[in-house]
């Protein structure tokens, strides 16, 4: 059973264009969060989303950041017009749900803005 | 003030100690977990209680609901469990806010 994935591992963006992250669950889970962690700083909550149903975003940026779980396919983590101070490593991690805690996390991608 | 909060921020110990990371908490929880972050950035999680104790090799974990307060211990330490400890309360939602995490250094 595979774990979480993330790609890509490393992304290297210029200032004002797109990022897009992908998370892919565990086979069998339909939740995955969203986190960030600033250099130097916490993990911090981003956005929690179930199969085609954003549950809480209130971590979110309330622009230019945006996320999605489709029906197929991985979750996206979507940052347009990235600046500089976006730069972070983004975990994303996913659970069973159905009443359970467990959270498996992915191994990251490490955004740079230049 | 983090609703989460996570002591010490860094400890070094000789190879062999015992090691102890405490986690206060004042939000109501579901579950608290506790996790590892090597220096490459990867993020494993060690355990999920929401009472009593869990032991898993050198690693215990406790949780005391009723004063809010759980521990992470680390028996025999070696340098290998050098790395950063996160501890992190889950919502009923099963979203985590985290600890600042503590910084344990293991010497020879």
């Known amino acids: 059973n595979a774990g979480v994935m993330q790609n890509p591992r490393h992304l290297v963006r210029r200032r004002g264009q797109e990022a897009r992250l992908r998370c892919s669950p565990m086979?069998?889970?339909?939740?995955v969060y969203w986190y960030r962690q600033l250099p130097e700083e916490g993990l911090k909550f981003m956005v929690y989303?179930?199969?085609?149903?954003?549950?809480?975003e209130s971590g979110m940026p309330k622009e230019r950041f945006s996320a999605e779980f489709p029906k197929e396919g991985p979750s996206i983590l979507r940052i347009q017009q990235v600046v500089r101070g976006d730069s972070a490593a983004y975990f994303c991690?996913?659970?069973?749900?159905?009443?359970?805690?467990?959270?498996?996390f992915g191994p990251g991608t490490r955004l740079t803005v230049t | 003030k983090n609703e989460v909060e996570q002591s010490p921020q860094n400890l070094t110990a000789q190879e062999g100690e015992f090691i102890t990371i405490n986690c206060s908490y004042s939000v109501g929880i579901s579950a608290l977990h506790w996790l590892q972050q090597h220096p490459g950035g990867g993020i494993v999680s060690l355990f999920m209680?929401?009472?009593g104790k869990k032991k898993h090799g050198r690693l215990i974990a406790t949780i005391n609901i009723q004063e809010k307060h759980s521990s992470l211990h680390i028996t025999a330490s070696h340098p290998r469990d050098s790395a950063v400890y996160i501890c992190?309360?889950?919502?009923?939602?099963?979203?985590?806010?985290f600890g600042a995490g503590t910084q344990v250094v293991v010497t020879p």
């Open positions: 989303l179930q199969k085609e149903n954003i549950i809480d």
């Open positions: 209680l929401s009472s």
């Open positions: 992190a309360a889950t919502d009923s939602w099963g979203k985590l806010q």
């Open positions: 991690a996913s659970s069973p749900g159905q009443n359970s805690h467990e959270q498996y």
């Open positions: 086979k069998g889970h339909s939740h």
